[in-house]
């Protein structure tokens, strides 16, 4: 099983963020742009931004609603937990930002190429910005990875006792199983 991730898991991220895309791939037999195709990628584009707008604003709900408590009332490993809380929460918004701007933003401007049936420049563009596209999802993926992280540790920061291991432990399982 670790071996088929290994092999899948280079082609997922690839083809993921419409990355790997050429804009060759748009092109019909008779040398015009198959819109069908370029619609349907483009739509996979904005779903991206979308929900890491969404990641975002669940990521500063997080945040208003854990409990920030004193640091002098508090010993060094509620501190610590704080801190890293805080960490992950600026990092998943400010990846989450990223993509949302990135993936918005290339959508706007080959929409805009294709509406006013510059085709040709859609096509460079679209073979242009095949890294930004890669870059902008793998900053969704990293403000994914934070939004997990740092609900993990505002567990830690809800619950007391006992009940804050069990429920942490549990949710960091289902969590690695979800990353899985």
């Not at 804009?23 to 370029?38: L, Q």
């Not at 996979?44 to 709900?61: R, S, V």
């Not at 010993?75 to 809380?85: C, K, Q, S, Y």
Request: hydrophobic share 50%; with cysteine; proline share 2%.
């Amino acid at each position: 099983n670790e071996g088929v991730v290994r092999q899948c898991f280079p082609k997922v991220l690839s083809l993921a963020g419409g990355a790997a895309l050429e804009a060759s791939g748009f092109v019909k037999a008779s040398g015009k742009v198959d819109i069908g195709r370029v619609q349907m990628s483009l739509e996979g584009l904005q779903a991206y931004g979308t929900i890491a707008a969404l990641l975002m604003n669940a990521c500063l709900g997080l945040y208003a609603a854990t409990p920030k408590r004193s640091a002098k009332s508090m010993g060094v490993f509620h501190n610590l937990a704080l801190d890293a809380f805080i960490c992950f929460v600026v990092i998943a918004t400010l990846s989450g930002s990223y993509s949302t701007v990135m993936f918005s933003l290339l959508t706007l401007y080959c929409k805009r190429a294709l509406g006013r049936d510059y085709d040709d420049q859609f096509l460079e563009f679209f073979d242009a910005t095949g890294l930004l596209r890669r870059s902008a999802y793998r900053s969704f993926l990293f403000s994914l990875v934070s939004f997990e992280a740092a609900f993990l540790l505002s567990l830690v920061l809800t619950f007391e006792g006992p009940r804050r291991w069990r429920v942490v432990l549990l949710t960091a399982a289902m969590s690695a199983f979800s990353l899985w």
